[in-house]
């Protein structure tokens, strides 16, 4: 045998004489049994779909809600890195908000709120910048950027409150 099929049984032709079999064609001459699961399939399927675009559906909006809330906190770290490279640049807020700004394109309803404070000694009271000295101690300048964007779902889910606002703050210490 040479595993091509029996040649010398019935004409040397054997099964080849059949005609092929196509799917379609036996799902069309089935019985009612196949036909019932036939049927049964197409339910399942209908059912199927709906619960994957769901699904489909949820993942994207949780990498959008990800996407922007990584953004808005990057955006956050950006503004006081700005601030934190010099006295003067701590001065800046509208310099550090716009760094800010800059950082979180593609973000609606974007806002960032820049502040600036010194630190009398270890653990001391904290001065905001400009409106006073420290007295004693060494004197230590921190700026802070908090940062807010509110974000909207592109389709409406049961149980889940939309708009949400995604927010971030960083702090440093000005060098």
């Known amino acids: 045998m040479s595993g091509f099929g029996d040649l010398s049984a019935s004409g ?7 005609p092929l079999e ?8 089935a019985s009612k049994g196949h036909r019932r699961s036939i ?15 769901g699904l489909m559906l949820g993942a994207i909006e949780a990498g959008r809600l990800a996407y922007a809330a990584l953004t ?16 003067a640049t701590a001065a800046d807020l509208s310099g550090m908000e716009s760094a800010a700004a800059s950082n979180a394109q593609g973000v609606q309803n974007f806002t960032a ?16 910048c400009g409106a006073g000295s420290c ?6 300048i921190y700026v802070t950027v908090n ?3 509110g974000f909207k779902s592109l389709t409406s889910y049961p149980f889940v409150t939309w708009p949400t606002t995604v927010s971030g703050q960083a702090t440093m210490r000005v060098e």
Do not use: H, M
């Not at 196509?22 to 001459?29: F, Q, Y």
């Not at 399939?41 to 619960?51: D, F, K, R, T, Y």
């Not at 503004?79 to 934190?84: D, E, K």
């Open 135 to 140: 007295t004693s101690g060494q004197q230590t």
């Open 39 to 53: 049927g049964q399939s197409a339910i399942e399927l209908g059912l199927a779909i709906p619960v994957c675009i």
């Open 12 to 18: 040397g032709l054997g099964d080849l004489r059949k």
């Open 72 to 87: 808005v906190s990057n955006a956050a770290v950006a503004g006081a890195r700005y601030g934190a490279q010099s006295v």
């Open 113 to 128: 709120t820049a502040s600036c404070y010194l630190q009398c000694g270890t653990g001391g009271s904290q001065i905001t």
């Open 22 to 29: 196509r799917p379609w064609a036996v799902a069309l001459n």
């Open 147 to 149: 940062t807010s964007a």
